[in-house]
Nanobody, 124 residues
Framework: QVQLVESGGGLVQAGGSLRLSCAASKRTFSSYAMGWFRQAPGKEREFVVGTRWSGSRIYYADSVKGRFTISRDNAKNTVYLHMNSLKPEDTAVYYC?????????????????WGQGTQVTVSS
């Protein structure tokens, strides 16, 4: 069992930046591919960005490419979501998730463990 705890959400103006953190409880964190998802009110949960266990490959949703990125520090059992040039449409609850699959997929059902989510609100 892996417990994931997100932090770093908040209110930011359009054009601003935020960094979200996701701390994992398990020492084998480095064996999991990680993804960030988001869910806005009335919408389905959508993939944002993901990375393999080594951090060597990153996969982006088109909507965030060039603005968001993901990094991980396996020594600290933590993965980060770096968000720049934020837009009001980025407003959502952001979740980190872990999967035993090699490639972090875009389907939420491919993930085994989820954090509780952190709210990001971007004002115009």
């Amino acid at each position: 069992q892996v417990q994931l705890v997100e932090s770093g959400g908040g209110l930011v103006q359009a054009g601003g930046s935020l960094r979200l953190s996701c701390a994992a409880s398990k020492r084998t964190f480095s064996s999991y591919a990680m993804g960030w998802f988001r869910q806005a009110p009335g919408k389905e949960r959508e993939f944002v960005v993901g990375t393999r266990w080594s951090g060597s490959r990153i996969y982006y949703a088109d909507s965030v490419k060039g603005r968001f990125t993901i990094s991980r520090d396996n020594a600290k059992n933590t993965v980060y979501l770096h968000m720049n040039s934020l837009k009001p449409e980025d407003t959502a609850v952001y979740y980190c998730a872990a999967t035993t699959r090699i490639v972090p997929g875009t389907d939420p059902y491919e993930y085994d463990y989820w954090g509780q989510g952190t709210q990001v609100t971007v004002s115009s």
